[in-house]
């Protein structure tokens, strides 16, 4: 995944028209569509290969299973089309070890979830998502999901593992984070959804978002 504005857009709407156009309509300020489920139940895994026409695709579907069925269900995302795919850690690391396995035969990537970006994730995640930030690097995993929300989480998580893996942070906008913020605390790219794909228009508030990240967190980059 080239980086160029270090956002990726959270495509979570439920139409299949209006994702395309907003997704074609943001192309020239997102490095990455992230897909979840809302809108491949709503409109079928088809979808994906629909999308990788305007950029790469992360399939966010927070793997969490034993290992034979993380394998089935990372074959069936690469084998539609999309780029990456995003796991849970807690699973342990065989289960880590089987989407990594899978990503490698396809040639795609595997981010793991550390720690998530809604309240809630500082209950059970946080306390173990240092130990998940070092399996996931251990394993072999391409980045790691740390949360906008927490820079200093991510901070930390940085310090953790270095230059050896990517971070994708979730958060951005509608949940509070601030995307300069975040990249300043050693994110490589930020995931806002409602705050571009809920705006009046969705290219203007993709724009918006990008000069930001380029000006910095002090406006002055």
């Excluded at 994906?48 to 966010?60: Q, T």
């Excluded at 579907?61 to 269900?73: E, Q, Y």
């Excluded at 593992?161 to 300069?180: C, F, N, R, W």
Aim: proline share 5%; hydrophobic share 45%.
């Amino acid at each position: 995944m080239e980086k160029k504005s270090c956002m990726i857009l959270a495509l979570d709407v439920s139409d299949r028209e209006e994702a395309l156009k907003i997704a074609e309509d943001v192309s020239e300020f997102v490095d990455a569509v992230k897909v979840g489920y809302p809108l491949v139940l709503a409109t079928g895994l088809g979808i994906i290969r629909e999308l990788s026409e305007f950029a790469p695709i992360i399939a966010d579907f927070k793997v969490a299973d034993i290992p034979n069925t993380n394998r089935l269900i990372c074959e069936q995302v690469f084998e539609a089309g999309a780029d990456a795919v995003i796991v849970q850690g807690f699973t342990g690391r065989d289960s880590l070890d089987a989407c990594i396995e899978v990503a490698s035969e396809y040639g795609k990537d595997v981010f793991v979830v550390s720690e998530m970006s809604h309240p809630g994730g500082a209950e059970f995640l946080q306390p173990v998502g240092e130990t998940i930030a070092r399996m996931a690097a251990q394993a072999g995993a391409f980045g790691l999901v740390a949360p906008a929300t927490r820079p200093e989480r991510v901070k930390a998580i940085r310090e953790i593992i270095g230059d050896k893996l990517t971070i994708i942070s979730p958060g951005v906008g509608a949940q509070g984070g601030k995307a300069s913020d975040v990249i300043a605390a050693g994110a490589d790219w930020v995931i806002v959804g409602r705050s571009i794909y809920r705006a009046d228009s969705p290219r203007e508030a993709a724009r918006e978002i990008a000069a930001e990240i380029e000006a910095g967190p002090n406006g002055e980059n």
